[in-house]
């Protein structure tokens, strides 16, 4: 697998700057080594005996990460996500391995959101303590393209699932919180690229610009009571994202979630990686515009390769359906 060369570039930009110059380098140790180990609360502050964590997207990749370490920390989990096989299949291993109770819901949002059914899922969290939300489903631009470009069901569905989904779900689950006696603590899935220009995935990075500054407000609005916090990883190897490679700036699931349950109460959003921090550093240091341009041509180079891979497979398919079709005399 080719490395990210780039990706690398960045943290090492990031690193020098940070023991060069003064500012980054007191904020670097203030929120990568002291708010983690001084000032997080413990994943414990949150629950009672029955009290359940909410994750949506939860079948596979990060979603599923933070279902298995929130499982391993006590509590219950409700797990929601269109993919029924693999949902199934989580629920009966964490029964099994953790002994808690697991209540799955088969839900395709974007379908309930379209017929306006957010009433029904409001009611599958009746009578359950609800102590920890995960907003975690949602979508990437799958081809990047040139926002005219773009089909307007594509853009609808990226807004429905990152933003709208968020709120509806949040706004379902914060009158329960208030009623808790105990903190709560909701988590949204951001990303990087919600803080620096990213055209041709310019949908996607706007959606993950609204979540950060979304947890940001209500973490400032219900603080003391719950704890907000959005986080915006640069590369974490899932099937959305398709990354594969080992690489220092390449996390799994696992270890991503890991480190984000070191910021819990810090913070309204935050990059939990220190690899992942000082590539912001370094991006920080590249004026916008020569920023702007280069993700241009790397996006271009992306959907050129996705398009001719695309129409190699459909060649391939046609030349195999005419092979497969009896020969006439």
């Known amino acids: 697998m080719v490395k990210n060369v780039g990706a690398l570039v960045l943290g090492i930009v990031g690193g020098i700057v940070g023991v060069l110059t003064i500012i980054p380098a007191i904020l670097f140790i203030w929120r990568v080594i002291i708010k983690p180990k001084f000032f997080s609360q413990k994943p414990q502050a949150y629950k009672k005996e029955g009290s359940y964590a909410i994750i949506t997207g939860a079948a596979g990749g990060i979603g599923k990460a933070f279902t298995i370490r929130f499982a391993?920390?006590?509590?219950?989990?409700?797990?929601?996500?269109?993919?029924?096989e693999p949902l199934h299949a989580l629920k009966q291993e964490i029964e099994e391995k953790y002994k808690v109770t697991v209540k799955e819901s088969v839900c395709d949002f974007i379908q309930t959101d379209k017929e306006g059914k957010w009433d029904e899922i409001a009611k599958q969290f009746e009578g359950i303590d609800v102590a920890v939300l995960v907003n975690n489903v949602g979508m990437v631009q799958y081809l990047p393209g040139e926002f005219h470009s773009l089909e307007l069901r594509d853009i609808n569905f990226m807004v429905t699932l990152n933003i709208r989904t968020l709120l509806m779900m949040t706004h379902i689950c914060i009158p329960k919180m208030l009623e808790r006696n105990h903190r709560s603590l909701i988590i949204n899935m951001s990303s990087s690229t919600s803080g620096y220009p990213h055209p041709m995935i310019q949908v996607y990075s706007s959606t993950k610009a609204?979540?950060?500054?979304?947890?940001?407000?209500i973490n400032a609005e219900y603080q003391g009571k719950i704890d907000v916090i959005a986080y915006t990883p640069w590369y974490v190897k899932t099937d959305m994202?398709?990354?594969?490679?080992?690489?220092?700036?390449?996390?799994?699931?696992?270890?991503?979630?890991?480190?984000?349950?070191?910021?819990?109460?810090?913070?309204?959003?935050?990059?939990?990686?220190?690899?992942?921090?000082?590539?912001?550093?370094?991006?920080?240091?590249?004026?916008?515009?020569?920023?702007?341009?280069?993700?241009?041509?790397?996006?271009?180079f992306v959907r050129k390769r996705f398009i001719m891979r695309k129409e190699?497979?459909?060649?391939?398919?046609?030349?195999?359906s005419n092979e497969e079709k009896p020969k006439q005399n």
């Not at 391993?72 to 029924?84: Q, S």
């Open 312 to 320: 190699a497979e459909e060649k391939k398919k046609a030349e195999e």
């Open 241 to 300: 994202t398709k990354i594969r490679e080992n690489a220092i700036y390449a996390l799994t699931p696992e270890s991503f979630v890991n480190y984000c349950f070191n910021y819990f109460g810090t913070c309204g959003h935050i990059n939990p990686y220190w690899f992942h921090y000082l590539m912001d550093i370094g991006t920080s240091c590249i004026p916008s515009k020569i920023w702007g341009q280069q993700v241009y041509k790397q996006q271009s």
């Open 72 to 84: 391993k920390e006590g509590y219950n989990v409700f797990i929601m996500d269109r993919a029924a």
């Open 210 to 217: 609204f979540v950060r500054q979304f947890a940001d407000s």
